[in-house]
Nanobody
Framework: QVQLVESGGGLVQPGGSLTLSCVVSGRTFREVQVGWFRQAPEKEREFVAWIGRRGDDTYYPDSTQDRFTISRDNPKSTVYLQMSALKPEDTGVYFC????????????????WGQGTQVTVGS
């Protein structure tokens, strides 16, 4: 059974940086594609980053492009999300998910989700 576990969330000041981790088990890691989403209170879950199997294919929405970097370490079965120049609007619960098929920024294209890690940007 596939399992995704996020960690690394916390409280950070505006302009600060934070790195999230997502450990994937139950699947051959080099074969998986992974996305990160976030959800603020009373808002829809939104796409923030995606990485392909080889790690050289990545996609970001305009809201995170140039500030967030997604990467993977195959021997550690881990996907990272490095976040910099954080803004209060980046606050939310961050989820990693297993991309199965379909358009990478659609939630319905993902078949397994982690439990999420809280990121709060504020002073």
């Amino acid at each position: 059974q596939v399992q995704l576990v996020e960690s690394g969330g916390g409280l950070v000041q505006p302009g600060g940086s934070l790195t999230l981790s997502c450990v994937v088990s139950g699947r051959t890691f080099r074969e998986v594609q992974v996305g990160w989403f976030r959800q603020a209170p009373e808002k829809e879950r939104e796409f923030v980053a995606w990485i392909g199997r080889r790690g050289d294919d990545t996609y970001y929405p305009d809201s995170t492009q140039d500030r967030f970097t997604i990467s993977r370490d195959n021997p550690k079965s881990t996907v990272y999300l490095q976040m910099s120049a954080l803004k209060p609007e980046d606050t939310g619960v961050y989820f990693c998910a297993l991309h199965n098929y379909g358009i990478y920024y659609y939630k319905s294209s993902y078949t397994a989700w982690g439990q999420g890690t809280q990121v709060t940007v504020g002073s």
